[in-house]
T-cell receptor, first 111, second 115 residues
Framework: GENVEQHPSTLSVQEGDSAVIKCTYS??????FPWYKQELGKGPQLIID?????GEKKDQRIAVTLNKTAKHFSLHITETQPEDSAVYFC??????????FGGGTRVLVKP | NAGVTQTPKFQVLKTGQSMTLQCAQDMNHEYMSWYRQDPGMGLRLIHYSVGAGITDQGEVPNGYNVSRSTTEDFPLRLLSAAPSQTSVYFCASSPAGTGPGSPLHFGNGTRLTVT
């Protein structure tokens, strides 16, 4: 089955700096790659997703890039703010299959 | 707009006890699923359902049962609780089958402790 590795497990950045989280996946059939943000005491919430026919997608301060050849994808957060502090999960899915999640990255934005 | 509602929020069980975690969604989603979240291990799929009357196993199904008699409800049953089932449980739903491109909507979780 699919295996998703996520790095780093924790990330501390200064407010205003950029944060990058990287994920690799094992199943070359995977073609959907969402990112979720989880705040304390809440369930994960989708923040951005990308499909295999797209190399990059941007939504305001958040962007995701996908390299299907290397089987990795990344989340980029620019101009970080304190409210970006949370746990972020990447995930991958192939057609007809379920989402497999990475282990999560705890991001701390220091004011 | 309730979305996905999970009850209870917290539960403490003794080893060997059974219980049911409730999950209800009001978005008319066909797909529902249960995940458990453990530190450093992300979310792992326990069971899922693509519609009423249809369920299937995920990555870690042992010790858990599910049923889907209505579109709205997807309860998770622990048959005989074990300390290894101490975790945070999330129910999630999406509007279309199991195909990719269908974002999951999560509940706020049930924190279960088994002593």
């Amino acid at each position: 089955g699919e295996n998703v590795e996520q790095h780093p497990s924790t990330l501390s950045v200064q407010e205003g700096d950029s944060a990058v989280i990287k994920c690799t996946y094992s199943d070359s059939a995977s073609n959907y790659f969402p990112w979720y943000k989880q705040e304390l005491g809440k369930g994960p919430q989708l923040i951005i997703d990308i499909r295999s026919n797209v190399g990059e997608k941007k939504d305001q301060r958040i962007a995701v890039t996908l390299n299907k050849t290397a089987k990795h994808f990344s989340l980029h957060i620019t101009e970080t703010q304190p409210e970006d502090s949370a746990v972020y999960f990447c995930a991958a899915a192939a057609a007809g299959n379920k989402l497999t999640f990475g282990g999560g990255t705890r991001v701390l934005v220091k004011p | 707009n309730a979305g996905v509602t999970q009850t209870p929020k917290f539960q403490v069980l003794k080893t060997g006890q059974s219980m049911t975690l409730q999950c209800a969604q009001d978005m008319n989603h066909e797909y529902m699923s249960w995940y458990r979240q453990d530190p450093g291990m992300g979310l792992r799929l326990i069971h899922y359902s693509v519609g009423a009357g249809i369920t299937d196993q995920g990555e870690v199904p042992n010790g858990y049962n599910v049923s889907r008699s209505t579109t709205e409800d997807f309860p998770l049953r622990l048959l005989s609780a074990a300390p290894s089932q101490t975790s945070v449980y999330f129910c999630a739903s999406s509007p279309a089958g199991t195909g990719p491109g269908s974002p999951l909507h999560f509940g706020n979780g049930t924190r279960l402790t088994v002593t």
